[in-house]
């Protein structure tokens, strides 16, 4: 079983954070913990405000997040590792060669469909991101939850 979900994006301040609360909002009631980082995480940033908006446009509440690096002890614990895109699976791959068969893109059971980062882009863009992984996470969480 799932039961440490980390997710990592680049920066760790728009899609992973996104991703985190969506799917631990998905997976309330299980055992299952989500966090998430940055392959060249913004250390100590909170969540970009235009992904915050989206958020709350989509009616969620999300908590305070502070982003923060991915570190080889983050891929260690992890028992699943979800990503946005597949140089982010060779990044991780090359960093930390034992979580090859734990590392998925989020979009995988999407057609492996990669989730384009929306930074320094227009509402449309953060609209689209969320709409992504929105549909990602509600199948990971039908999937985690199926085989608990």
Same mark, same amino acid.
């Given at each position: =079983? $799932?039961?440490?979900?980390?997710?990592?994006? !680049?920066?760790? !301040?728009?899609?992973?954070?996104?991703?985190? /609360?969506?799917?631990?909002?998905?997976?309330?009631?299980?055992?299952?913990?989500?966090?998430?980082?940055?392959?060249? +995480?913004?250390?100590?940033? %909170?969540?970009? +405000?235009?992904?915050?908006?989206?958020?709350?446009? /989509?009616?969620?509440? %999300?908590?305070? /997040? &502070? +982003? *923060?690096?991915?570190? %080889?002890?983050?891929?260690?614990?992890?028992?699943?590792?979800?990503? =946005?895109?597949?140089? /982010?699976?060779?990044?991780? @791959?090359?960093?930390?060669?034992?979580? *090859?068969?734990?590392? $998925?893109?989020?979009?995988?059971?999407?057609?492996?469909?990669?989730?384009?980062? %929306?930074? &320094?882009?227009?509402?449309?863009?953060?609209? @689209?991101?969320?709409?992504?992984?929105?549909?990602?996470?509600?199948?990971?969480? &039908?999937?985690? &939850?199926?085989?608990?």
């Amino acid at each position: =079983m $799932f039961n440490q979900v980390l997710i990592v994006c !680049i920066g760790n !301040i728009c899609r992973s954070p996104t991703a985190e /609360h969506l799917l631990r909002q998905a997976t309330q009631g299980t055992e299952i913990q989500c966090s998430s980082a940055g392959l060249s +995480a913004l250390v100590g940033q %909170p969540l970009e +405000a235009n992904a915050l908006a989206t958020l709350v446009q /989509h009616g969620q509440q %999300p908590v305070s /997040h &502070r +982003a *923060r690096q991915l570190t %080889p002890k983050l891929l260690k614990d992890a028992e699943l590792v979800l990503v =946005m895109e597949r140089k /982010h699976l060779r990044d991780i @791959h090359k960093q930390s060669p034992e979580s *090859r068969g734990k590392t $998925f893109l989020l979009g995988k059971w999407q057609l492996d469909r990669e989730i384009p980062d %929306p930074y &320094r882009q227009g509402t449309a863009a953060f609209e @689209h991101a969320y709409a992504l992984i929105d549909e990602a996470v509600t199948t990971w969480s &039908r999937y985690l &939850r199926s085989i608990r």
